[in-house]
Each structure stands twice: as structure tokens, then as C-alpha cells.
């Protein structure tokens, strides 16, 4: 079978937590949206029921920011700001402890249009290669010793581009592939995606094709060819991974330019949920159309890929959760409206955990006969733009300025 734009890669095994007050074991967590970068949770018990109520853990006052936290074993990672600074900490996943925290100023204005945002950070850490990834909302590149704090080697891009980040700032999350870290910098008709080395932050290569947009990389294979797939600030993309060299790249306008979708499928506000098969033919690539659903389609809300089905939320409706055949594109089943503004989905033994920009989070069936909420619960006091992590025993929830860990065992 030929791989299409859902991107479903082999997941990570995670074992279950033993339970309050235990050390976890080793559990990744590394990067945006999980250790493939597509919202699958692996190793979930699957449960019969989920509590009416969530058991309170612990919460850090960590400062503003949609940055996700990253998870590595015993520890947590969160980027963030407070006050004029950046700030990059980890923590002690069981309780919550600070173990290293470490600091750089930023000075940020916001466009008026995204003051409701904050001055970031939005992009998630990426954790590899014995190193921790900063992306800061100016665009600055970061290398961390994860153990210790330690900055290891930083980069900023003033000198080679007019502007350091696009209208509403950063907020593509940086992904390591082997042995470079690879981000898209610069700003609005003036960018690069370069690959730098991940030990030196040596420059490797770079594509100058595009500004950036404010979705993530994935890298994936396809005929062969290992590829950084990506949506730029007016296209979608994708380069060799070796080289950088422009591999296709087909137009993907959105009002306002806000390419948000991390493209398991191509997406974006008014274009129709598509799915998509980058073909070789000859030396060239081209990108072929597999089927495309008019009926929904993804603004900020990247889908999920679940058991041959693609969940999300279409901005349609004012917000309308929907579940679609991923070999067919047929529309499975479409939620009532008003369901929510955007929202982190993740997916993982049989469930869907949705978490919606005004913290509450609701677990429903991985069914595709119907919308069925299983559960639930108000996680977050605050807007909750960050991804949350979802572990056995409970879930890390990033809201305005705090983390906290709550339980659901």
C-alpha cells in the first residue's frame, strides 16, 4: 500500500504508571504532539469507565505561553515566559519539584490583532539526540544539556532575515531528524526551513522557498525518499531530508495567512479536509489528490489518525467534532455545533481526549458510528492553548501561566 498524507507512523509503547506517589518509569513524551508527532497515545489501559471527577496533583505557576510540556522518563520540560524573559525548567514528574530552571531576555510586541495570546512562547520543545530544543518566540533556537540546564549552543536569525518571526509570532515546533534539528525561520515573505547540526548548530542546509506558516514539520517516507513535510506561510511543502532540496510543493492559501494544521492531511480554514499521496515520477515528485471531504475542514485544530479513522474538529458551525473514513474520505459521523473554538485531540486505547481552549477536556469513544463523550471535566481555570500530555494515571494540563498534573486513577 502506497502512504498517503495521514502520516500514521509506528508508535512508542508506554507502560502503565503504577500509581500515586510511585516514580513513573521510562515514559517519552518528546516533542509536539508525541513521539511521531501525531496525537497517538501509546500503552493507555483501556478502561471501562473514567471517574466523574479528577483527583488534584500538583500546579507550578510557570509563566505564559502555548509551549506543551514535554515528557522524558521521571521528568517534565516546559518552556515559557515570565515577565521580559524565556524561560526553560524541569521538573520532577511525580511531584511537581523544579530540578533546573534557566532564563534568557526576550523583548516582544505583540500584533494587536493576537494580544489576546500573550507573547509566548508557542512552540513545543523537542527532546533528542541527549539534547532539549528551544524555539522562542522571536526565533530564537536554543540547545539545552537536559540533564543539568546547560546551554549548549543558541541561534538567532536577525542578521539573515528582515524580521525574525511571522505576524503573530513563532509557533512551529522544531523537529530533530537524524542528528539535525530542522525549523522554518525568518518571517512573513522572508524565511528559510534549515536544518542545523543538533551538536554544534551548524548549519546543514536550507530551503528559502517561503516564509513560515505556524504549523509543525513531520518528516515521513514516501517511494523511498525521507521528507520534511510542512505548511509554509502560502503553500504546502516538502524537502529531502538529507539535502533540503525542494521535493513539491502545491499552494495552500488561508484568510489572514494562518497555515496552522500540522499536516497529517492537508487542512486549512475554508480549504476541504484532503487527503493527499506525494508520487515520484521519473526524479521529480508531485503530490496526487486520494480524496478530498467538502464538509469538513480544520482551521488551528490539528486531526488525529485513529484505527483507520480521521477525528478533529472543523471550525464549521462554530466548532462541530467529526469522524471520517481515512481510506475513503466518506463522512463517518458530524457532531452538533458550537462544540468549541479550537482544540488539542489526541487519541489512544480506544478514546479520544479532547481539549478545548476553555479547559475542559472530554473523553469520548474512538466509535465511528456515532459522537459518544464518555466523560467530561474542567482541567484548566484558564484558556488552554497548549497540547496536554496524557499518561495512565493522569494528565499534565499547560493553562495560561500554571502546569499542573491531575489524576484520573
Known amino acids: 500500500m ?7 507512523l509506528a508508535a512508542c509503547t508506554l507502560p502503565a504508571w503504577p500509581g500515586a506517589g510511585a516514580a513513573p518509569p521510562a515514559f517519552d513524551w518528546p516533542q509536539w504532539r508525541g513521539p511521531n508527532r501525531d496525537g497517538q497515545v501509546a500503552g493507555l489501559a483501556p478502561r471501562a469507565s473514567w471517574p466523574e471527577a479528577l483527583t488534584p496533583g500538583w500546579k507550578l505557576t510557570v509563566g505564559a505561553g502555548h509551549a506543551s510540556p514535554i515528557v522524558s522518563g521521571d521528568r517534565v520540560y516546559q518552556f515559557s515566559r515570565e515577565g521580559e524573559s524565556e524561560v526553560v525548567r524541569a521538573l520532577d514528574l511525580a511531584s511537581g519539584r523544579e530540578v533546573w530552571k534557566q532564563a534568557y531576555p526576550v523583548a516582544y510586541e505583540m500584533n494587536p490583532a493576537a494580544t489576546g495570546h500573550g507573547k509566548g512562547p508557542k512552540s513545543t520543545p523537542a527532546l533528542a539526540d541527549g539534547r532539549l530544543f528551544t524555539f522562542g518566540i522571536t526565533g530564537i533556537l536554543s540547545a539545552w544539556d537536559p540533564a543539568s540546564g546547560r546551554l549548549l549552543w543558541r541561534k538567532s536569525f536577525e542578521t539573515s532575515h528582515s524580521t525574525t518571526s511571522p505576524t503573530y509570532g513563532t509557533a512551529m515546533s522544531p523537529v530533530v531528524e537524524a542528528g539535525r534539528v530542522i525549523a522554518h525561520v525568518g518571517g512573513d515573505g522572508d524565511g528559510a526551513l534549515v536544518a542545523l547540526d543538533a551538536a554544534t548548530g551548524a548549519p546543514a542546509w536550507s530551503w528559502k ?10 518528516a515521513a517516507t514516501f517511494d523511498g525518499v525521507r521528507q520534511i513535510v510542512t505548511q509554509s506561510q502560502n503553500a504546502l511543502v516538502a524537502v529531502a531530508a538529507d539535502s533540503g532540496a525542494l521535493l513539491w510543493k502545491v499552494a495552500l492559501r488561508t484568510p489572514y495567512e494562518q497555515n496552522a494544521v500540522t499536516p497529517i492531511v492537508s487542512s486549512g480554514l475554508e480549504a476541504p479536509l484532503t487527503a493527499a499521496r506525494p508520487a515520484k515520477k521519473g526524479a521529480a515528485f508531485s503530490l496526487e489528490t486520494v480524496w478530498t471531504n467538502p464538509e469538513v475542514a480544520s482551521y488551528l485544530s490539528t486531526p488525529v489518525l485513529h484505527g483507520g479513522r480521521v ?10 467534532w467529526f469522524c471520517v473514513d481515512a481510506a475513503s474520505g466518506r463522512t463517518l459521523w458530524l457532531s452538533d455545533g458550537r462544540q468549541a473554538e479550537s482544540a488539542a485531540i489526541l487519541a489512544g486505547a480506544g478514546a479520544l481526549f479532547l481539549l478545548d481552549t476553555d479547559g475542559a477536556m472530554t473523553v469520548a469513544a474512538a466509535d465511528a458510528a456515532a459522537f459518544r463523550p464518555l466523560r467530561k471535566w474542567k482541567v484548566a481555570r484558564s484558556a488552554t492553548w497548549a497540547q496536554p500530555v496524557v499518561l495512565d494515571a493522569g494528565i499534565l494540563v499547560k493553562d495560561v501561566d500554571t502546569l499542573a498534573f491531575v489524576r484520573t486513577r
Open 209 to 218: 522557498g517561503d516564509g513560515p506558516g505556524y504549523a509543525s514539520p513531520v
Open 311 to 320: 477525528y478533529g474538529l472543523s471550525h464549521r458551525k462554530q466548532g462541530q
Open 2 to 8: 502506497r502512504r498517503v498524507l495521514l502520516l500514521a
